[in-house]
């Protein structure tokens, strides 16, 4: 490892999006590159800590200096989360999938000829945040993220405060930040709000890791 402010500490990060099965070749998903989560953990991994990073199917390199834990579903993120227990920090960039369909079909649906289209039902996945920022082995600093296209930063206070969290990392998704190379965030916490600048994700990625051991220090 790196030596730095995060020397002797342990990160979970998420990533990516996670994939609800439907059946054995179709899934359902959520929009989402992984690029903010993975340059998180490659920035914490810069200042010394050691890092956990569970991600969803993304087409990106491991960071390097990064332990790797790959999964599909909300469900397997949360109990590869759980195994990664205890750490100091946990930062959840992934984009979950809220639900997946209550009954995954072992064979591929068939279209029938002169058949209705398939109805399907629908369960609620874990919270991972929430559920992480109650759980027993909490980390000491739990940061969420929320995207939001409009009252961005009265969103990501109701959020923070339904969570548990300690921090969100709110961004305006209504303009081109999906799968793009730049951010605009505000990170929010239950004293302040501080608003930066739009800027490479690498560069969130790096004020938000020397933010925390600012705030771990
Ligand atoms: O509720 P919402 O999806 O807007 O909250 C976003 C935050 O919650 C992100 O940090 C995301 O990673 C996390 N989340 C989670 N598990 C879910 C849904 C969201 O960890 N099932």
């Excluded at 342990?10 to 070749?25: F, N, R, W, Y």
């Excluded at 989560?37 to 969803?56: E, N, P, Q």
């Excluded at 369909?101 to 629908?122: D, F």
Aim: hydrophobic share 50%; aromatic share 4%; with cysteine.
């Amino acid at each position: 490892f790196a030596t730095g402010p995060l020397s002797g500490l342990h990160a979970l990060v998420t990533s990516g999006p996670t994939h609800e099965p439907i059946d054995p070749v179709r899934y359902i998903a959520n929009r989402s590159s992984g690029k903010q989560g993975h340059a998180i953990a490659a920035a914490l991994a810069a200042l010394g800590a050691r890092v956990t990073l569970v991600s969803g199917p993304v087409a990106l390199a491991d960071p390097p200096g990064v332990t790797v834990r790959r999964v599909e579903t909300a469900r397997e993120m949360l109990a590869a989360c759980e195994a990664a227990l205890p750490a100091e920090i946990a930062i959840f960039a992934a984009a979950v999938a809220d639900w997946r369909v209550a009954r995954e079909a072992g064979q591929k649906l068939k279209k029938q000829p002169g058949e209705a289209a398939p109805t399907l039902g629908m369960a609620l996945n874990p919270d991972i945040l929430a559920t992480l920022s109650r759980h027993a082995q909490r980390p000491r600093l739990v940061i969420g993220f929320a995207a939001e296209t409009e009252h961005v930063v009265e969103h990501a206070r109701q959020k923070l405060a339904r969570k548990g969290c300690d921090w969100i990392v709110a961004n305006d998704v209504s303009g081109d930040v999906m799968g793009g190379a730049e951010n605009a965030v505000h990170l929010v916490t239950a004293a302040a709000v501080e608003d930066w600048p739009r800027m490479p994700k690498e560069q969130v990625a790096a004020r938000l890791a020397a933010r925390i051991a600012e705030q771990l220090a």
